[in-house]
């Protein structure tokens, strides 16, 4: 069966892959933002001892080996690992927290810069407005909103096309934890090519999709707030 | 008349101020108190931006003090519009609930309908604020400004980059907000502009206080060399 076919057919097997790796991209996605988005911001507004440095090793974790995260990731969860007694390693949730910790630092490192960039120029507005600190905070992730949407495709993107990390600590278990680039690099390898393009198909048509509808939406949002 | 505390007169005592090694504001001591539009005039460089933002507490004095006559909770009762205003990425009306809810004030809509009318944008109460025009941009500024309900308004060079007929729209709102109680602290260069706002002119050059005068004796009998200069269109540096 081609790629296409098993695409058009609707096979089973192919959209179960497809679903589980939209639960496990998303979710990390969701749980790095919500870590991340506020991080940024907080290192953006405040100052304290070690800033500089901390903006360094955060900007630096932006480029995370995944097989590094995945190792740290299976340490962490191992049964002999500090979170070992979680029983989670070679589950989604595993997968989930692996992805998050490989797009988290490039969430907060890209929020932080776009604050500190609407920051420079909101912040006689804002205190002059007397505005508290948390209240400046909420104004400028709401106005940076358009910026930050194009930083959460970026982390969606990362962690959709990531294969090391999700590999070591989901552990590729057919029905369990396969997702799309690990089921791509493991068909690659037994010579199924059809089921591999056609998931590569999915894969890159479904970052495209995402990128289109936030495009359309992004658009839509400039046009009717500025 | 205002019934509540009044910060008036802000009194600034032998106030200096510098950016690295350079000095900005020198040794200033001025009284601003109640009455008629105070404009703040001289040349570039002069000063006058960092006096206005000193006044409204957005910057510290090196040495010297800013005080108010009553120093509780003076910033709620103060607003200020600068030369390039923020606009905030949501509508006009949105900009105008923003300001209300910073300032504490219920975000009633007949209460924003009647800001953007009183600067003659009733009509773009839905559009996006960063596309409206830079005149339109400057009157919701100061409506975001009222919407404070201020005791005093700080103004720096609120039409340096319009065109006359927005300079004219904008100078119109400022004098009714004159008329409305609300004391009038502004900068600018533009001596037709002093002449038809000012009741009292703060003259500065080089950081330094030199006039401050009812504005009828500052353009009919300046003090100073600087300011006579300044009046005939010579280059003070």
Redesign the interface.
Known sequence: MSALELIVSGDARLFAIVGLSLIVTLSATFFAAVIGMPLGALIALTRFPGRNALIVILNGCMGLPPVVVGLGVFLLLSRSGPLGELGILFTPQAMIIAQAVLIGPIIAALTRQVIEDLWAEYRDELVAMDLSRTSRVATLLWDARFSLMTILLAGFGRAAAEVGAVMIVGGNIDGFTRVMTTTIALETSKGNLALAIGLGLVLISIILLINAMAWAVRGWAERHAG | MRDRPTSLPIRFDAVTYSAGTTAILREVSLSIGAGPPTVLMGPNGSGKTTLL?MA?G?LTPVSGRVDYADQKDQ??R???V?QK???????AA?NIA??LK??GRANDPAVIARLLESVGLGALADR????LSGGEQQRLALARALA?DPEVLFLDEPTASLDPAATKGVEDIIARTAQAGVKIVMATHDLGQARRLAGEIVFLANGRLLEQMPASTFFTNPATTEARRFLAGELVI
């Open positions: 933002k409204m957005l910033a709620r103060h607003a200020f600068f205003p923020v606009m905030l990425r949501r509508t949105r923003f300001a910073a300032a996006p604020a960063r596309r404070r």
